[in-house]
T-cell receptor
Framework: DSGVTQTPKHLITATGQRVTLRCSPR?????VYWYQQSLDQGLQFLIQ???????AKGNILERFSAQQFPDLHSELNLSSLELGDSALYFC???????????FGEGSWLTVV | EDKVVQSPLSLVVHEGDTVTLNCSYE??????LLWYKQEKKAPTFLFML????IEKKSGRLSSILDKKELSSILNITATQTGDSAIYLC????????????FGRGTQLTVWP
C-alpha cells in the first residue's frame, strides 16, 4: 500500500457525461500528480499541483481540469467524455521535487 | 523532444532465468532515473538512480545507471513467476518539479 488513495476504483459512464476522480496523497506529501494510462499511449503525465497551486501541465485536454484543495486532496474533473477517454487514471504524490513519486491504485474509467 | 525508450517491449522466460531490461533516455537537465514494477494496477517503486547513486540492489533485482551512455539496465536474477509484470522506466528532469517522463514499459512474463 503506497498510502495514496484514489476513488472510485472503477466507473462506467456514457459519452458526453462528466466525472470526478478523487485522490488523497500520502500523509505529508505536498505534490500531487495525475497520469493517464491507456493501452496504446502508456503512462502520460496530465498535471501537477504543489501545495494547492498548479505547477506543471502535460497532455491534459481542455475538457479536463483539476484542483488541489487546502487539505491537499485533489480532484480530476473529466467532462464531455468521449470513448477515447477510457483509461486508467493514476494519482501520485511526493513530498516535492527530487523525491520518489508514489502511485495510487488508479481509477478505471470506461466510457460507453 | 524528451524521450525515454525501453527495450524489449516484451520478454518471456522460464523460472530461474536471468533477465536484463534496458532503458535509454534523451532529456535535458537529467536529475534521476526511476524503475517501477506494475503488476495489476499501481506502479510500485523499485529504485531511484542519480549521479551520486548509480547502482542499486535489492535482493534479486539490481540496476545500474550509465550517465555517459544515457541508459540504465534492470537485472533480475533467478526469476520467479511473481516477477511477471510490466517494468517501467521513468526519468525526472530537474527543471520540472518532480514530473516523471515514462517509457512504454517492458512486459515480463515468467513461466513456471
Amino acid at each position: 500500500d503506497s498510502g495514496v488513495t484514489q476513488t472510485p476504483k472503477h466507473l462506467i459512464t456514457a459519452t458526453g457525461q462528466r466525472v470526478t476522480l478523487r485522490c488523497s496523497p500520502r500523509s505529508g506529501d505536498l505534490s500531487v500528480y495525475w497520469y493517464q494510462q491507456s493501452l496504446d499511449q502508456g503512462l502520460q503525465f496530465l498535471i501537477q499541483y504543489y501545495n494547492g497551486e498548479e505547477r506543471a501541465k502535460g497532455n491534459i485536454l481542455e475538457r479536463f481540469s483539476a484542483q488541489q484543495f487546502p487539505d491537499l486532496h485533489s480532484e480530476l474533473n473529466l467532462s464531455s467524455l468521449e470513448l477515447g477517454d477510457s483509461a486508467l487514471y493514476f494519482c501520485a504524490s511526493s513530498p516535492g521535487a527530487g523525491n520518489t513519486i508514489y502511485f495510487g491504485e488508479g481509477s478505471w474509467l470506461t466510457v460507453v | 523532444e524528451d524521450k525515454v525508450v525501453q527495450s524489449p517491449l516484451s520478454l518471456v522466460v522460464h523460472e530461474g532465468d536471468t533477465v536484463t531490461l534496458n532503458c535509454s533516455y534523451e532529456v535535458t537537465n537529467f536529475r534521476s532515473l526511476l524503475w517501477y514494477k506494475q503488476e495489476k494496477k499501481a506502479p510500485t517503486f523499485l529504485f531511484m538512480l542519480t549521479s551520486s547513486g548509480i547502482e542499486k540492489k535489492s535482493g534479486r533485482l539490481s540496476s545500474i545507471l550509465d550517465k555517459k551512455e544515457l541508459s540504465s539496465i534492470l537485472n533480475i536474477t533467478a526469476t520467479q513467476t511473481g516477477d511477471s509484470a510490466i517494468y517501467l522506466c521513468a526519468v525526472d528532469r530537474g527543471s520540472t518539479l518532480g514530473r516523471l517522463y515514462f517509457g512504454r514499459g517492458t512486459q515480463l512474463t515468467v513461466w513456471p
